[in-house]
C-alpha cells in the first residue's frame, strides 16, 4: 500500500471517531464539536495531501482509485447526516441532505450499472464533482464552527450537488449509449 492510499485510509478510519462525537455531544460538552471540527478538517486535509502525493509521485493506484472517492464520500455523507440531527444551534435542514445522500446514491448505482455492463469502469472526477466537493466540505465546515452565515455555503453546495448529479448521470447515460452504439455498429 502507498503512501497516498494510507492517507486515504486514514481519512476513511476517521469517521468514526467524527460520528461518535456527535452520538456524545451535548452542549454542555462543546469541546467534541470542537474535536469533530479538528478531525473533520485534518480529513479535509489529507484528501488534497493524498492526491497531490498521488499525482506527484505517481502513485496513482487501483486501489486509490477507491480508498480515495470512498474516503470522501463516507466523511460527507456522516457529516451531513450527523449535522442535521438538530443537536448544534445552525445545523443542516433534512432537504439539504437529502439532496447531498441522493446524488450519492444515484452515482453509486450508476456506477455499478455501467460496470456490469462494461465489466470495467473508470472512476474519474469531474470539474463539476470537485466544486461540489470543496462547497459541501466547506459547508460542513461553517456549520461545525457554527458560523451564522453557514446556510449560504450549504445553498451553494446544494446547488452544485444538484449540477454535478446530472453532469454524472448524462456522462453515464453517455458510456452506455456508446456502449450499445458499438455492439449495434458491429
Known sequence: MNFANKISLFRILSVPFFI???????????????????????????????????????????????????????????????????????????????????RDVIILLGASVIYMVKQHINILPTRWGKLTTVFQMASVIAVLSQWHLSYVLWWLAAIFTIISGFDYIKRGINILYALDNSRNNH
Open 20 to 102: 461518535a462525537c456527535f452520538i456524545y455531544y451535548v452542549p454542555q460538552k462543546d469541546y467534541l464539536r470542537i474535536t469533530a471540527l479538528i478531525i473533520f478538517i485534518l480529513a479535509v486535509i489529507s484528501d488534497g495531501v493524498d492526491g497531490y502525493i498521488a499525482r506527484k509521485a505517481k502513485l496513482q493506484s487501483k486501489a486509490g482509485l477507491i480508498l480515495d472517492p470512498l474516503g470522501d464520500k463516507l466523511l460527507l455523507m456522516s457529516a451531513f447526516v450527523c449535522l442535521s440531527l438538530g443537536k448544534l444551534t445552525f445545523h443542516f435542514p433534512v432537504w439539504v441532505v437529502l439532496i447531498v445522500l441522493s
